[in-house]
């Protein structure tokens, strides 16, 4: 691997071997080595979207698929286009799977591992720090798909043994990167979700011990509860420590969203997003430990005045990050074209092929991100207005009722059925089809989203020059 110059946490500060400051500015590889539904099309979570592939594909059409995925989605040619824009980070969120199946608890998976070294090393070729990021964990640390959860409860902080295979796991992952500097640090639990606020904190003061033990010089980011929006859980930052508030603004994620403007009875402009900002680092600028970005970004809906509204949004986000020295994340790289720099082409094989069950999706709404109940209101607003009179003060950890509703009908009760529905999209397939299906997802088979990307390179551009 190239070598890169080693980081550390300087006070408020990243800093390399000389002393000079380092901010990480670059992109979340969502979609990986942890699968998202809205960004590869898929209906409810990756384990039933792999069910289902390999029922409609066989084993020998998904393994060919889901090899040529992970080698194609992102490769040299991927690092390379991030470094002409100006990145100099990769976040890599990947999923326990690829390295612990969950009938042998405890057995890693070499292939997992091999996966991992495949990105640090495309990365570190061209100049890109890689942040490991646990994306899902056995149990859940969350509420939502992302995490691969087919519930609605995070059994994660309920069970001591999910956790002893987290930090057995992150014992592996330090063990084999203690000596890599173009891994710039550990990100163990993306958006943990701890409804009792009692286990997070003891939980990270034993992970955090633990890494240390094996690895002493990576700089740990760490993710706050509720979604990295709560940090009540840290009375002293740790040592070495980077924290990471997740920023996505409301008008950047709703489809009636406007900016600057109104959105959903909110006056969002410039002032109300530093002062979220403000807000949600609180805890960072107090203890005048680093600030982290980790996950932010809108998502793109094709109505040229809304997405000409989020790339406004998105500016002044990276402009108010610029002003208070803030690391950051982008969210997402590649898609199939709702959030990502980059998206599959709508003439892909792949997207040709999902086509009938994408409208489907949009149609019911069961896309957790970037998904709208719009047209199963007559679904949703009998079961609201039943809550609402039966159970009025239910309001459910993390976002209240009406969310709550919304994932058990739409990203689960519909979704189930609809992963079904979406494998049924590649019966017929051979094994040569099926790997290139996942071709499309190739760097020279993909289309850069032009105007995001100039928006990036401006900031990166201006940052670059502090």
């Given at each position: ?67 040529r995925f992970l080698d194609d989605f992102f490769a040299d040619a991927d690092a390379a286009f991030l470094a002409r824009l100006g990145a100099n980070a ?307 950890y993390p976002w209240g009722r009406r969310a709550w509703l919304g994932l058990l009908v739409r990203n689960i009760l519909l979704a189930e059925p609809m ?48």
């Open positions: 691997m190239t070598t890169l110059p080693w980081l550390r946490v300087e006070g408020s500060r990243l800093a390399d071997e000389r002393g000079r400051t380092v901010r990480l500015r670059g992109v979340g590889l969502g979609g990986w080595m942890n699968m998202e539904n809205f960004i590869t099309g898929y209906a409810g979570t990756e384990s039933q979207h792999r069910a289902a592939l390999r029922a409609a594909l066989g084993p020998d059409g998904y393994a060919r698929f889901f090899d990769v976040r890599i969120p990947f999923g326990y799977r690829h390295f612990e199946d969950d009938d042998r608890p405890f057995e890693l998976k070499e292939s997992g591992f091999r996966r991992l070294d495949q990105a640090v090393r495309a990365c570190a070729r061209h100049g890109l720090y890689a942040i490991l990021d646990l994306h899902a964990a056995p149990g859940y640390q969350n509420q939502n798909w992302h995490s691969d959860n087919p519930t609605h409860q995070a059994f994660f902080w309920q069970h001591r043994h999910f956790q002893d295979r987290v930090v057995h796991l992150w014992e592996a992952l330090a063990d084999r990167y203690r000596d890599e500097p173009a891994v710039a640090g550990y990100n163990p639990l993306n958006e943990p979700a701890d409804p009792s606020g009692e286990v997070i904190g003891p939980f990270y003061s034993r992970l955090e011990a633990a890494i240390r033990a094996v690895d002493p010089r990576h700089v740990l980011f760490l993710d706050g509860n509720r979604y990295s929006t709560d940090f009540s859980m840290f009375a002293e930052p740790f040592p070495g420590a980077v924290y990471t508030a997740h920023d996505y603004a409301l008008p950047g994620i709703a489809r009636d969203g406007a900016y600057p403007g109104t959105t959903r009875g909110e006056w969002f402009d410039r002032d109300v997003l530093e002062q979220t900002f403000l807000r949600r680092t609180e805890f960072m600028r107090r203890t005048g430990t680093p600030i982290w970005i980790g996950e932010f970004g809108p998502i793109y809906t094709g109505d040229r005045d809304r997405d000409d509204a989020c790339l406004r949004l998105l500016a002044d986000q990276l402009a108010i990050y610029d002003e208070h020295g803030a690391s950051w994340s982008l969210w997402t790289y590649k898609d199939v074209g709702l959030q990502g720099l980059v998206h599959a082409r709508a003439d892909s094989p792949y997207l040709r092929r999902i086509a009938p069950e994408l409208e489907r999706k949009n149609r019911l709404g069961t896309d957790s991100w970037g998904g709208t109940d719009r047209h199963i209101r007559a679904v949703m607003e009998p079961i609201e207005k039943l809550f609402d009179r039966e159970f009025p003060d239910f309001a459910p992963a079904e529905r979406f494998a049924g999209c590649f019966d017929g397939a051979s094994p040569d089809e099926a790997a290139e299906l996942a071709a499309s997802f190739a760097f020279d088979a993909c289309v850069v989203r032009d105007e995001l990307a100039a928006v990036l390179r401006t900031s990166l551009g201006q940052a670059s020059s502090l």
